[in-house]
């Protein structure tokens, strides 16, 4: 008998599986008898009215297409979610679905499983009851998994269903406080109890003992499977604390002891080619792991502080996942404007934003776009960001003096019919995308401004002349990246008047915050979504661009042309529910 067929022998509920929140539930649930027959997942998930008889015939046509499962086959034509169609192998098989925020995981049951095995197959035990060990992952035909579980634990399985969200928040929850205390009690024999007065030789025993490399690689892939974009490691004066960025917005993760953070910092170093003897000065490096058939980028900084050095690494996942400009946040009319001047054979087109907007992330939606046009794309980037097959990438090096400028140059031998030039950072940089553009390229860059009428006045001042400006430019987007509100836990928002009274909204109004639950880990957020204003140079405006424009009537006269500015786009979203006011606060121009 399979392990699925020994949970499915005593684990089912008519008409539908529950959904288990505790292992006081999960017990009763053992407890109880159920009849159960197997269904096939389709009639499961019409039965539990999560598609339409119609959704059902047209994803069993395109599963003759893509040989996929029609679970796989549904979620890619976006019919149903990833939790839906876990809630219905839940049914299909029989097995328990299981919620692990507030699971009681049992101590003994982690035992069985090593940490870097749950991390990498996402898998987490949670309960030890005799010879019988309960499994939550993510797909229970799995057989290779499920037996090497069985071989590793020695145990008898049982096997439960749980979304990857939950299963990595779980991992983190419960296997990371314990892998510090580990690596502690193996280090204790190594570190001295002055831990900052280490010689070279010392620390680079420390950056290579097992403990402290399985630690920082369980800390980098935690916070990959928390699709967090930064890790921060703070010294304090009797400790250090971890935080993970998510969604724009730091997190702390657990505090652990200080005598662990100078090989912490040295296994970093060796990771990122810096100097582990060095503790005096600022230093930067990278380095590229392979998590989850993905590639990830890593660039790390570390800087002394006083109570020890304090690191930033930055998570690059450089396989883009390609979207569309709709599900960026532009509008429908907007999107189209966009696509407009993508088609256009030359000019330059900027987006414009600080540090972190979704700039790059807007730039290669484009690029996707394009791609399918047929054209010659090359891209010049510090960092290339993320990897687009199809497209010419160049990654520009200081250290040999091979700058955007000087990369621009030989670009234009190379037959592009559109180019991407990373950042304009200065007048060379901007005079050569400048005239690439007048000489028959469409060119897409970046540029360091806070809205979009000042970005045609920037170009002056960096030293283009406006004539030139005037017969370049075709358009330019201002964006930032806002916070979505978590749906499960919207609340009406308490709004401050000072607030309204600055964004012109009454007092009255009734706008909506997350108020902090399971789904957003209580933070009240689910995702970012870009605000932005899109500035088209029409005729009329180019009458206006000379060398003693004003940005105010530069930005008057795209308001007449149609612009939306970036504010008002933030208010509308709040006013739909999407956002709260004091998002809409924050980015305000």
């Known amino acids: 008998m399979t392990d699925i067929q020994q949970v499915s022998s005593t684990q089912f509920h008519h008409p539908f599986q529950p959904v288990i929140t505790s292992a006081d539930e999960l017990r009763r649930h053992h407890n109880t008898q159920y009849r159960y027959t197997p269904r096939p997942l389709g009639e499961v998930l019409l039965d539990m009215q999560i598609i339409t008889t119609a959704q059902l015939s047209e994803a069993l046509e395109e599963q003759k297409i893509s040989h996929l499962r029609l679970g796989e086959t549904l979620q890619q034509m976006g019919i149903v979610t990833q939790e839906q169609i876990l809630r219905g192998f839940s049914e299909h098989f029989g097995v328990p679905y299981i919620t692990l925020r507030h699971f009681d995981v049992e101590t003994r049951a982690l035992a069985c499983v090593p940490a870097s095995f749950a991390r990498k197959h996402m898998v987490v035990p949670l309960l030890l009851e005799g010879d019988r060990l309960l499994i939550a992952l993510q797909d229970p035909t799995d057989t290779d998994l499920v037996n090497m579980l069985r071989f590793i634990t020695g145990k008898v399985l049982e096997l439960c269903i749980s979304s990857p969200d939950d299963i990595g928040y779980a991992i983190a929850a419960h296997y990371g406080g314990q892998e510090m205390q580990s690596a502690l009690d193996d280090m204790d024999v190594v570190v001295e109890k002055e831990p900052f007065h280490l010689d070279v030789n010392a620390e680079e025993q420390l950056g290579h003992e097992r403990p402290i490399v399985q630690l920082v690689k369980n800390m980098i892939t935690e916070a990959l499977v928390r699709r967090a974009s930064d890790i921060h490691i703070r010294p304090q004066e009797s400790g250090v604390d971890l935080y993970f960025r998510v969604d724009?917005?730091?997190?702390?993760?657990?505090?652990?002891?200080?005598?662990?953070?100078?090989?912490?910092?040295?296994?970093?170093?060796?990771?990122?080619?810096?100097?582990?003897?060095?503790?005096?000065?600022?230093?930067?490096?990278?380095?590229?792991?392979?998590?989850?058939?993905?590639?990830?980028?890593?660039?790390?900084?570390?800087?002394?502080?006083?109570?020890?050095?304090?690191?930033?690494?930055?998570?690059?996942?450089?396989?883009?996942?390609?979207?569309?400009?709709?599900?960026?946040?532009?509008?429908?009319?907007?999107?189209?404007?966009?696509?407009?001047?993508?088609?256009?054979?030359?000019?330059?087109?900027?987006?414009t934003g600080p540090t972190g907007s979704g700039k790059s992330t807007t730039l290669y939606t484009a690029l996707g776009h394009l791609k399918n046009s047929n054209v010659n794309i090359?891209?010049?980037?510090?960092?290339?960001?993320?990897?687009?097959?199809?497209?010419?990438?160049?990654?520009?090096?200081?250290?040999?003096?091979?700058?955007?400028?000087?990369?621009?140059?030989?670009?234009?031998?190379?037959?592009?019919?559109?180019?991407?030039?990373?950042?304009?950072?200065?007048q060379e940089t901007a005079k050569m995308a400048v005239e690439s553009a007048l000489t028959g390229h469409l060119v897409l860059s970046t540029l360091h401004t806070n809205d979009a009428a000042t970005s045609v006045t920037r170009l002056i001042e960096i030293g283009v002349e406006p004539y030139l400006v005037n017969s370049a430019l075709i358009g330019v987007l201002a964006q930032r990246l806002v916070r979505r509100t978590c749906p499960e836990c919207k609340a009406p928002e308490p709004t401050d008047p000072e607030m309204c009274r600055i964004l012109g909204v009454p007092e009255d109004e009734t706008f909506f915050h997350g108020l902090g639950c399971d789904h957003c880990n209580g933070t009240g957020i689910s995702g970012r979504m870009a605000v932005y204003e899109l500035l088209e140079v029409t005729p009329e405006l180019r009458k206006l661009i000379g060398q003693d424009v004003a940005a105010d009537v530069i930005e008057q006269q795209a308001v007449r042309d149609g612009m939306t500015r970036l504010t008002d786009s933030a208010l509308k979203l709040a006013r739909d529910g999407h956002i709260s006011l004091a998002e809409v606060y924050r980015v305000r121009l």
């Not at 040999?400 to 000087?406: C, H, K, Q, V």
């Open 378 to 426: 090359i891209t010049v980037e510090d960092p290339v960001e993320y990897h687009l097959n199809g497209i010419t990438q160049i990654q520009v090096n200081h250290a040999t003096d091979y700058t955007f400028a000087r990369a621009l140059r030989h670009i234009l031998r190379h037959d592009p019919d559109v180019v991407m030039v990373g950042e304009i950072r200065d």
């Open 248 to 351: 724009g917005v730091l997190q702390k993760v657990r505090s652990f002891d200080k005598k662990l953070l100078p090989a912490v910092v040295s296994r970093l170093k060796i990771l990122g080619n810096m100097d582990i003897s060095e503790h005096r000065v600022p230093q930067d490096g990278r380095t590229r792991i392979h998590y989850m058939q993905k590639t990830v980028d890593l660039r790390l900084s570390v800087i002394p502080a006083i109570h020890g050095e304090s690191v930033v690494i930055r998570l690059l996942d450089t396989q883009f996942a390609l979207k569309n400009l709709e599900q960026l946040g532009f509008e429908d009319a907007d999107a189209q404007r966009l696509r407009h001047l993508l088609t256009r054979n030359n000019g330059i087109f900027l987006v």
